[in-house]
Every structure is written in C-alpha cells, then in structure tokens.
C-alpha cells in the first residue's frame, strides 16, 4: 500500500537486525530501531557503544555488517550515501575553509540540475533559516564555532533530505552556546517537519532535544522511550545510573503487590512500583533519584561524607548500609560526618532489573 496515508503509518527509518564488526570488535549487535516522522531522536550512551558506527551506517559512510535498512519502505542497504535522501552534520563541521558561507551551503545543492540563480535563491533561503543570511559572504574562518556549526546545518537541511543526522554536533561548543543551539535545533527540526536522529553521550542534552531517547550500551539498545519514561522507569540499573546517576541499591524480590513488588534491601522491605516481568527470588535494583530521598526524623540512619553547594540546592552525598546515596537538599545542610535520616516515598522510587 503505497499511498499517503500507508507511507505516514509506517515509520519513516527502520533498521533490523543491524550488526557490524571491526575484526573481533562487534560495534553494533543486533538494533532494531524505527524512526517516526517528523521526530527529534537521540541515540545516548557512553564513549565506545556504538553510536557514531550505527549513525555511519544509516548515512551510507560504513557498509552493513548484517540486517537491514528501510526509509520509507525502501532498502537502503545497497543506494551509496550521496544518493539516500539523508545528511549529515559532523562534529567538526567540515566546512569549505576556501569558499564563502553562500558557497558552502550551495555546495549542498550543486550536484542538482537547478539553474544558478535557483540555487543561489534557495541558499540564501537556508541561511535565512538559521539566521545567517547577514554573513553570506564570510569565510569559515571568520565565524565563530556556533556560527560554523549554523552554516554546516543550513548545508545539510538546503535540499531537503528526509532524514538529517547529527553526530555530536555540539560538542566543539562552550556550555552556554550549546544550550543555545540546543534551543535552535530543535526549533529548527520542529520548524522544517524534519526527522532528526541526534548521537551524543551528554545525557542533558538529550533530555533538552528528544521526543524519544534511545539508550545505548555495549553495541546494543538498552531501552528506548520518551525522556520522561526513561527518566521515571528505567529498565536496568545501567540506565538509572547512566540517566540522572539514580543510586542503585541491589535487593530481591519477595512478591508482587497489584502493580508493585515486594523488595528486600539491606534498608529492609518496601513495597514500590517497577519494571514488569521480575519473578518472585529475582535479583533487582532499588532506584532512589537524589530528589526523591529526603532527611527526615525517621528512617535509616546515614553518614553524611560530602555536600556540594549547586546554588537553588545542596547535593549531599550520604552512606548507609555500605552504599552511597545522593540526596537534594535544599536549605542550611547538615555537616560532613554529621548522622542523619533518609526517608523516600515508596511510590516515587522505582524499580529496576539489575542487567537487561
Ligand atoms: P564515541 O562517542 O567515542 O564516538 P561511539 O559510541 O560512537 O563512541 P563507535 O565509534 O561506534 O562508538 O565505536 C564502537 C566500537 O567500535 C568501539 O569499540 C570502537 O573502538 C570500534 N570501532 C569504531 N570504528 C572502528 C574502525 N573503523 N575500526 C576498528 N574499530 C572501530
């Protein structure tokens, strides 16, 4: 069914069975990933996970070790990445040092059969979209790094591709110019209808840009979902810890309560919502996020060992029962060395399986 309404049901990217090896390297074992419409994704996880090769293989730089790639119903496997309608924003930007802004952006279209003035016309049009339209005929090198990473993008959006790919753009950038472009980017995606997939290993970041996260670990997805899901019900005590750095206090599962389980931790048994499918005698995880912790009158005894001042709060770092907790607090803080009570609410923690 190949009309309209068939192409918009199906998502707009589909990997299957994704593998690739470097030698005895496997980078990327086994993804299955689809990609909605009009969507803003990042593909998060630490150094080393396979972010960029899954990107590269998208993009057509690195060919298929197995498995499949779909856009818009379409296999993408054999087209070379110059003829796949998708593009690519590089970390180091890869402008043309010798040519102006125009230049570089119209680059983006020179392999069209469009007429000069067309092509011209269309590339200032891109510019204007990320508001570089006044430096059209600047060099590179006379831009500052957020403005380079501007010019790259209008490149990389001026014909149009379906699919834009962005592998750690912003991480030449200084903090404040990249919660600025994260603001942009985003506004940008929203504005053009585009579908972003977006690698970084910042975990802020990805909260601030994505409608979905997919999470990423030893070359495989780890879990997938909607910042707020992930944040609030991580499958894995990876992905609490990788996400918000929640404490993980391992436990075992006594039973199952309506939606919730019965936990035994070295803090004693609490009754809290989780992850489906853990069995009665499984090993799992007790996640406590710093903000869902608080120092009460009661509850367990903990040393305080440190306390951060981070201006609207103080971030302390408290031990019991041999495992570190994180706690915000807000107001005068109790002193290092100082004993103190933690309390949570079991219906605000969450738990985890211990490894996917
Ligand atoms: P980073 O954020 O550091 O770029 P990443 O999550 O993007 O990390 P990849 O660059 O995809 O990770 O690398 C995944 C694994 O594959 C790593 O172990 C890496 O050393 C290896 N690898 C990547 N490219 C090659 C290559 N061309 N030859 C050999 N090994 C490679």
Redesign the pocket.
Known sequence: ENTAAGRRTRPLLEAIALYKS??S?Q??RGIDLALAHESYVTLL????????????MVGGF?AIGSGTLMLDGTRLDDLPANLRPINTVFQSYALFPHLTVLENVAFGLSYRSLPKDRIKARAREALATVRMEAMADRRPRQLSGGQQQRVALARAIVNEPRLLLLD?PLSALDRRMRKDMQIELKDLQRRLGMTFLH?T?DQEEAFALSDRIVV?RD?RIEQQGAPGDIYARPATAYVADFIGGASCLPGRILGQVGKSYAIETALGRHVVPGVSGLSVGARAVLCLRSEKVALGETGTPAHVTHAVYRGADWLLECVAGGQIFQVTHVGPPPAPGETVRLSFDPDRVWIAREAA
């Open positions: 470097y030698g390297v980078a990327v996880g630490p150094s080393g996970c396979g972010k960029t090769t899954l990107l590269r690195e750690e690698v290993h990423m070359g």
